[in-house]
């Protein structure tokens, strides 16, 4: 059986692969995405390394000369996507948006560092690249944490990775929307309009897009002129633990500065996030810089923080948590509390289950301890594809697949857990 699933997932995977970099589906997603891209290149690991490698080396291609790794490369035109690159006006060779996303780019290296069976040609690969994850995230330390606090802000939902949370809900109300350029959504047309975001959000991306191209993609400016600063401990927890692996790989390539600067920062990061520790939820949540206000909604975002190696105690409490949920849901883990008001099953990140983070919070339990939670989440993810296939999220009560379907990163992950789970069997 998980031979036949791993093959299936592998045909996912060369669908959707462009040569040198794979979208997430064809479609919806049309272009390269930079987090999808990351975590699919350990799906490529296990059976095409060159390939994985590839990858990331094209994604890291497009870096701006400050360091920021953007959220999407725009390879080839397509108008089946909204907002193009006429809208991000970013003036990038090849056009890019002008907006980051999770830091998972370290994380998958040092896995296919690990793996890599030729560690001479892997060592090659590494010493191109490492300075260039490095340089992004020294830009999230400069440019999103202007105060020095150790976190990072994201200045657009989509940053996130996770657009529409619930996270953001009192943030995109200091967005203004009035003047907002008229626009049709193309997201409608590829997926069911009741599991994408509503439109009243979707004005308010494109409001922050066009007050952001209005400062020339500035970065040093963005912060502090953004509306919708946000501090979310899932992409700071994601960065802390690039930090940690990119210095793990310095110490490998013998690069002392990159090394002590990178555990520096993952140090600092990783204490800064006990600050964001929720004691009523036993959960972390997330803090709106704009109020100064650490927020009460029960996300995800603060069970993902379970990949930077957080504090033992911190680490059983989040498994308790999840451990909660499950009496609330029928598939771990629920992007939003499935008791709370504003959770819903098919919408987005506003309560489906998503592979990817299920993925990488089972990591990080795992690595603190937390087997048989770690366990749990596996199983009911692989649940989940045998039910319903590669889609791009699930219904977390009743399992059913939602959003876009043949994706490659959900197929990328069950390639990566089932490979996983026989490496420790
Ligand atoms: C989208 O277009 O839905 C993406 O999530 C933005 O990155």
Partial sequence: MSQALIDQARKVMEGNDRGSYTVPTHGLYPFQWNWDSALSALG??????????????????????????????????????FPGPEVWQTGRPVPTTGITQPAVAGFALRKLYDRAEDKAVARARLTKLLPKVHAWHQWFYRDRDP????????????????DNSVDWDEGLDAVPIEGVAPFTRRDTTHANPDH??????????IWLVEHFRGLG????????????????????????????????????????????????MATKGREALESLWNPALGQYTCYNRVTGRLQDTPSVGGLLAAVA???????????????????????LVPSHDPANDAFDSQRYWRGPTWLIVNYMIAEGLARSGQTEMAKRIHANSLHLIEKSGFAEYYDPISGEPCGGSSFTWTAAMVIEILKNLKVAA
Avoid at 218 to 247: E, M, Q, Y
């Fill in 44 to 81: 490529f690991s296990h059976f095409d390394m060159d390939r994985a490698w590839v990858e990331i080396e094209t994604l890291m291609a497009h870096q701006w000369d400050d360091g920021m790794v953007p959220h999407i490369v725009f390879h080839e035109p397509d108008d089946g996507y």
């Fill in 147 to 162: 105060e020095n606090t150790g976190l990072v802000a994201i200045i657009h939902p989509w940053e996130s990775g996770r």
């Fill in 196 to 205: 994408r975001p509503s439109d009243e959000q979707y004005k308010c991306y």
């Fill in 217 to 264: 993609w500035d970065n040093p400016k963005l912060h502090d002129a953004s509306p919708f600063r946000l501090v979310d401990p899932g992409f700071n927890g994601i960065l802390t633990r690039s930090c940690d692996d990119v210095a793990d790989l310095a110490d490998v390539l013998g690069n002392l500065s990159i090394a002590s600067e990178a555990r520096a």
């Fill in 309 to 331: 190696d957080v504090p033992h105690a911190r680490a059983e409490a989040l498994a308790r948590r999840i451990g909660l949920l499950a009496e609330r849901c029928g598939y």
